[in-house]
């Protein structure tokens, strides 16, 4: 095998096993501190499409597994686990219509500079929660972003792809137009069996005014938050997004109940919150807002608690049972925590619209419990890894799968389906039949197919 071959024909550049900057190369792929044990023996950081293409080719032909790389924020660190990973940092374009309410956005492109643009136009998408993930693993795994219960999961306003197969062929697919693919790539996660090069995404009307509201409560006011929170969401409409936050505070867990609210009006807004809050716990550590958040700024608050080189281990998992259930585990598992950096969200959708039966993403539930466990010394790494998995294994009994965007893919113990078996089983038909030998079946987290 000689890489000089590939080389020769890219228009990016590639680094190999051989070259002196290859490990720093590799830990760059991963966001998280935390790095994968296995290394890419090729990196190849592709200019456009075309460069894709020569890489499947030149992979599949010298028996090559391969991996895309779009941002590197799936915390177990899928994107590097191939013997070819396919960078593709520099397909960022994005192009927005307007008129026509639609953009052409590369894979590359983060949920800030989505959102930020889009805002300048009154144009909204249902962007991740996190501002510098890229548009390319958070669609394929489904997309749950800001204001997904008024416009959905963010795969449903994918309207196309350009997307490199197995073979190398670069082609189309939409509802008209190779529609078996566009079936998969709304959801398959990395299970998908192609590397996507381009979306053409559905934009929204923007809520003229986005607005948020913060309580804080101690942990002793949990089952009166929690009861609280499943009447005011029932009664709230698909425009407010809700969850709780549990923090490490200085006597024991903080209890975060956050509203954001996607209005039309200010007037809407307050109207919302009122009577979303009207019977909420007096009692409160303290109360923030109502204020104004525009997606940018949403993302400016979120990224404060996700800090850039820390390490960590994150888990999710969805579940049909009360929400006073979750949030009391929750708020017991950070009660645990190694590490005061950690946090656990619960958000709650009772309220959000049904997900449509026409793409991969098919597994969801009324509570999402997210955890994460964050901190920055590597010789605390086993215990705060002990302590997801302990804080996971609680749910065993009522968990109906996970989110494969912030699920632990090496979880040990608890299997939690990513998808619905129908779906499943749909998926691994078209992976044999369009990637037959497997280039690009790394990790597959939908093995998984019940819950222990």
């Known amino acids: 095998m000689t890489y000089d071959i590939l080389k020769s024909r890219l228009r990016g550049t590639m680094i190999t096993v051989f070259d002196p900057a290859h490990a720093e190369a590799c830990d760059a792929l991963i966001w998280n501190g935390r790095k994968p044990a296995r290394m890419a023996k090729v990196i190849v950081r592709a200019a456009d499409a075309r460069d894709v293409q020569e890489a499947v080719r030149y992979a599949a032909a010298n028996g090559m597994t391969v991996s895309a790389r779009g941002g590197g924020h799936q915390f177990t660190g899928i994107a590097a686990r191939a013997d070819m990973v396919i960078d593709l940092g520099e397909l960022d374009t994005l192009r927005i219509d307007v008129a026509g309410r639609s953009a052409l956005v590369g894979p590359a492109v983060t949920n800030t500079r989505l959102a930020s643009a889009l805002e300048r136009h009154d144009l909204g998408f249902p962007a991740g929660h996190c501002g510098d993930v890229t548009v390319s693993g958070y669609l394929l795994g489904g997309g749950l972003g800001w204001n997904s219960g008024n416009w959905g999961i963010a795969c449903h306003s994918v309207l196309s792809v350009e997307v490199v197969m197995a073979d190398g062929t670069l082609l189309t697919a939409s509802a008209e137009e190779n529609p078996d693919i566009f079936w ?65 505070g200085p006597e024991g867990p903080v209890i975060a109940a956050v509203a954001n609210v996607f209005a039309a009006s200010e007037v809407e807004a307050a109207q ?31 990224g404060e608690s996700t800090p850039k080189g820390a390490r960590y281990a994150v888990d999710c998992l969805w579940s049909d049972g009360c929400f006073e259930e979750a949030l009391l585990r929750a708020v017991a598992s950070i009660a645990a925590a190694p590490s005061a950096l950690s946090f656990v969200l619960v958000a709650l959708r009772s309220n959000a619209r049904p997900i449509p039966a026409d793409a991969a993403f098919s597994r969801a539930g009324r509570v999402l419990t997210t955890f994460y466990g964050i901190w920055t010394d590597e010789e605390a790494d086993a215990e705060n890894r002990d302590w997801l998995g302990a804080s996971m294994h609680q749910f065993s009994g009522v968990a109906t799968g996970t989110y494969v965007g912030e699920s632990e893919l090496e979880r040990s ?11 499943l089983r749909r998926v691994e038909e078209l992976q044999h039949r369009y990637d037959p030998a497997g280039l690009f079946r790394i990790a597959d987290p939908m093995a998984a197919r019940s819950v222990a």
């Open 184 to 248: 998969a790539v709304r959801g398959a996660g990395p299970s998908f069996f192609g590397i996507v090069t381009a979306y053409t995404l559905r934009l929204h009307e923007a809520p003229r005014a986005p607005t948020s509201c913060v309580r804080l409560h101690s942990a002793d006011q949990a089952e009166a938050v929690a009861a609280w929170a499943e009447r005011a969401v029932a009664r709230a409409p698909a425009l407010l997004e809700f969850a709780v936050k549990i923090g490490a």
């Open 272 to 302: 919302v919150l009122e009577e979303f809050f009207r019977d909420a716990p007096e009692a409160t550590l303290g109360i923030v807002g109502p204020m104004p958040t525009p997606i940018v700024a949403l993302y400016q608050m979120t």
């Open 413 to 423: 113990g608890l299997a939690l389906p990513t998808l619905s078996e129908a779906a």
